[in-house]
């Protein structure tokens, strides 16, 4: 018989429903879970044991009373400690900043409690969420659970850790560089980045890039598409939102997939990066194999695989960098206490301090013009495939340096095809294809036209079968 943290996602949600396992008994087997493993992955910040089983037994006494069971009911989760939650410190991954209690839950957060999701606590992540790795300097730093001495990426690690090791049955994360789509595929999870306003959270204005939203890590493309339900499940208000797809539901829409006919996608292959120009940008022997496996399977269940010609701002290196840590110069940090930064925050704070309002603009207006003229070429195909990582997983303290400058380009060389995606506001998706024979993961990135997650979700399934069932069906 399976262990409760081996049942996917839904099983588990299933299995709630049905009453064939309480709230309580599945809260208290990942708590378990993270008393037993979190100690050697550093996964979580903080653990909410206690708020968390009072958040149980009020689900189960719900469904004893026969109330209508939410989407998410009973499902333990946790959240990167970059999110709000109620009566919970946030700390930012920062010894710079004070920690204290949230007053209230952050939209996202919210959102999933009102699903039904039980909160364990918050998990590991770098300062200010800046990196694609998830070390700082007020807790142990996050490891992959394929190999310790590595990292599981950032800046979701903790998350994404927790969930392959079986901690949390899925977690949400946020991605505005990179930061779902890497750890997934530094630990062998499906990660998912939705179209830009997909997923509710704070003003367009509080993120001036519009770079971040949230999205899913799970082991499941199910699983995935489940939690983007939840996820999604809010009202629009803002203008930059996503327009819901007709289907009802992702997880419906990607069951309903499985028995309709297969509709065969242009899809476009390409190793360029828009980092090219600016720094050598090499892929490992194990990133080939990793794209090539993807590339293979692509074709295998029925689409077809063409080179991409794809040419990109040679500009893009420093007007991404400029947007993208603007909002330093806005953190309340004060002049004694910036000793205590990691030095990459520290470089890149005291650079976005010097910079004039018309640097910012500029830089704006380069990424706004790049993104108009990628998401023209990548229109030629219906999906484009690119590596997800340009490295194996690295090791714990590889990207630390003294030197910040040196920092951020160790993380453009190792994902250097990530925040293009979040700087055009389209979706995108990383699944693995490759183990290596040290028990690595690597795998593809699958970027797709606007609002087209529904797409990658049944493609990624098809995948996921293709890899565990050895299905080969050519489609219609």
Known sequence: MSEIHELTALQQRDAVAAGELSARELTEHYLRRIEELNPDLGSFITVTAESAMVEAAAADERQAAGEPLTLLHGLPLAHKDLTDVAGVRTTYGSAAVDHPLADADSPLVALLRQAGAISLGKTQVPEFGLSCYSENLIAAPARNPLDPALSPGGSSGGSAAAVTAGMLPFAPGTDGGGSVRIPASATGLIGLKPNRGRVPGGSGQSDLGQFVVAGPLARTT????????????????HATSAAREGHGTFLGALLESRNAGRTKLRI?????????STMDITLEEAARTALDSGEKALTAIGHDVVEAELRYDNRYHHAFQTVWTAGLSQAPIASDREAALTPITRTLRRRALTRSAADLAEAIGILRTFEEDTIAQYAQCD???????????????W?????GDTDYVRQCQYTPYTSMVNVCGLPALTIPTHTTPKGLSMGIQLIGRPSSEATLLSVSARLERHFTEGITTVQN
Not at 222 to 237: G, S
Not at 383 to 397: C, K
Not at 399 to 403: F, G, K, N
């Open 268 to 276: 476009g292959l390409s190793t360029a990066s828009p980092f090219d």
């Open 383 to 397: 999906l484009i495939l690119t590596p997800a990582m340009a490295m194996t997983p690295r090791p714990i303290g």
């Open 222 to 237: 199910t699983d995935a598409a489940l939690l983007l339900d939840a996820m999604v499940d809010a009202p629009n208000f």
């Open 399 to 403: 990207y630390t340096t003294d030197d």
